[in-house]
């Protein structure tokens, strides 16, 4: 399942490596409302670069703000020394754009389409060439339109690449996409890095995150609430395992929490998640807590704590509910 | 940069020529208009304008001028008293009538005659061609008499060479038309773009959207300029219309036309969001325009509470420029003021755009 090559401790960018984006204060409102309030971080070369988050929680507008698509209503972005809001055109020939849901020109060709974009930049990829590293080239004389998903976010992919950016940004790379095209994806993400590229995505994909990532900055309501690798982060957690199951009437969380080797139990409805430090000990007690209480034990699962976790932890709520 | 601009130019040409719905409705529309009238009507050359002519002034130049007309051989006169004519005009055998009124003679040697004239209103299409005939007789007594005060003979080749026939009053009614469907639909495109994402993508690059959009408008025009051509040509090979002023002076009306509508089209875009409303309000200006505007027929003779609409209508102003290049022959002064509200409009629209457009 997740390979411990690809755990986030082997960040090929050390802490001397050099910030290629520096993000200070950002701040967004849209009708009275904040939706991105006072964010700041900053990546380095060559990192990849996850922010998580669920839907809502200001991913896009920041990233849309670092990309020059939107302006900040305060703050300031500086891509590789170049400030976007003074900058924006000098910034945007290094980078290269993902955006969520790419439509395009529904009467070019995908070949078209890329040579158009290639004639936006003073230096540009050769575009038969990208079509056939997405694995699109026999659709070069297609129409987006035409496209299934995943072929769709492949063509968007090359699209980013046509002025071989430094920096890369994908807004919900692999949102709508079957596993395998995720995989091809992700080879893809590091092929790139591999390449000596910076890879910043936002995702709600925690798998996505803890394999692909170096560092993750979790995202919620418009604020950072935590950035580190995934690993520091669900370590901080303080469990080895995370049981998750359904207890019926007369289970109480004080009594859960007094099981062997328990650290922390969230319970919402008949919904318990139980944190634990030893994993048997507390497995072999739930289960004969069950049965000596008449309590219906139903939906058992045991995993590993994950970012998910993580993030029930952080905010109460969970990722995947939205 | 010049080069930058002219692929900008060439790709937007490449999107417009590909989109089939929007050439269907304007050079579609404008074609099967003009055939379905064409022949409905009659490109049939023969028909002559039945005019009846009231003396009333019984004067040797007025006798001279009922006697010129009825030299004309595309014209034929019938002479009576004013409610006989009338009379004739109502019962539908008139198609108009003039009236030179006692005492016409010594004004028109002052200057500041006034000629009496009646159309037939509930036959817009041969009322058109009778109003058009009387002004071109109204013309050459005007022309004659600048240049000798002596007796008023009529430009005989001015009014037999015209033929008067609905498919010319028409045609450059269909120009306009065409004209206005084709480029207000430039607010529809920058709508959609909007509405896909398009311009959200290209905002991530260093396309500036000035520069998109001026590639927009020039392939626009270049695309209007283009229809014109293939309209004018099915009308001249189809019914032998003629273009009688200079084709110089034709482009600049088309592409100052053009740039009008577009102009409108871009304010259309400020204002709207989505795509379903701006085809609503597309068709909400487009419909009453291509009526009020005179495409289809004369409207000088609308309804007064009709009158302030029609007269603010930049379609109303394009449509008679060509009327007056097409097929009078006028020259620069005369489209004067058409010219001058159609560029008005331009500024006006250009200053809103300037202050309420959004690329994003």
Known sequence: MISPKHLAGTTTAGPAAEVIVDVRGLVKNYSHKMVVKNVSFSIRRAEIFGVLGPNGAGKTTTLEMIEGIRKPDSGTVLVAG???????????????????????????????????????????LDPRKLLSDVALEEKARSHPQDLSGGQRQRLALALALINDPSVLFLDEPTAALDPQSRRMLWDIVLRLREQGKTIILTTHNMDEAQILCDRVA????????????????????????????????????????????????????????????????????????????????????????????????????????? | MMSKMIVLVRTNFSILRRQRGLLIASLGLAIVSMLVFGFLFGGNTTN??????????????????????????????????????????????????IIMPAGFSQQLVKGGAHLHVYYDQNNPLT????????????????????????????????VAAKDLRPIDFITPGMLGMLLMWANLAIGIQLITWREMGITKRLAATPLKPISMMSAQVVARLALSLLQCALLLGLAIWMFHVQIYGNLGLLTLVVSIGSLTMLAIGLVIASFVKKSAAADSIRLLVNLPMMFLGGSYFDVSNAPSFL?????VMPLYYLNDAL?????????????????????AWIVASMLVVWRTFRWL
């Open chain 2, 48 to 97: 002559k304008t039945r005019l009846g002519v009231v003396d009333q002034d019984a004067t040797t130049v007025s006798t001279q001028i009922v006697h010129q007309l009825q030299q004309a051989s595309s014209l034929q006169i019938f002479t009576g008293r004013s409610d006989e004519e009338q009379q004739a005009l109502k019962n539908g055998q008139r198609d108009a009538v």
């Open chain 1, 82 to 124: 170049l400030d976007v809001c003074r900058q924006k055109s000098t910034v945007q020939r290094i980078i290269g754009v993902q955006l969520q849901a790419t439509t395009l020109f529904p009467e070019l060709t995908l070949l078209e389409t890329l040579q158009f974009f290639a004639s936006l930049y003073p230096r540009s």
């Open chain 2, 127 to 158: 009322g058109a061609s009778a109003q058009l005939t009387v002004k071109t007789i109204v013309e050459s007594i005007n022309s004659k008499l600048a240049h000798q005060p002596g007796p008023v003979a009529l430009e005989q080749q001015a």
């Open chain 2, 323 to 343: 009327r007056q290049v097409i097929y009078y022959g006028s020259g620069w002064s005369t489209i004067q003021t058409d010219l001058l509200v159609m560029l």
């Open chain 1, 218 to 322: 979790v995202m919620d309501d418009g604020q950072i609430i935590a950035l580190d690798t995934s690993a520091s982060l669900i370590s901080q957690l303080g469990a080895q395992a995370t049981i998750d199951c359904r207890l019926s009437g007369q289970a109480t969380k004080s009594d859960v929490l007094e099981l062997p080797g328990v650290t922390s139990v969230r319970h919402a409805n008949e919904r318990y998640i139980i944190y634990t430090g030893s994993m048997q000990p507390t497995l072999v007690a739930l289960l004969s807590y069950a049965s000596s209480k008449g309590v219906t034990l139903t939906d058992l699962q045991v995993r590993t704590p994950s970012l998910e976790d993580v993030f029930l932890e952080l905010t109460g709520r969970e990722l995947r509910a939205e």
């Open chain 2, 307 to 311: 009158q302030p609409i029609i007269h």
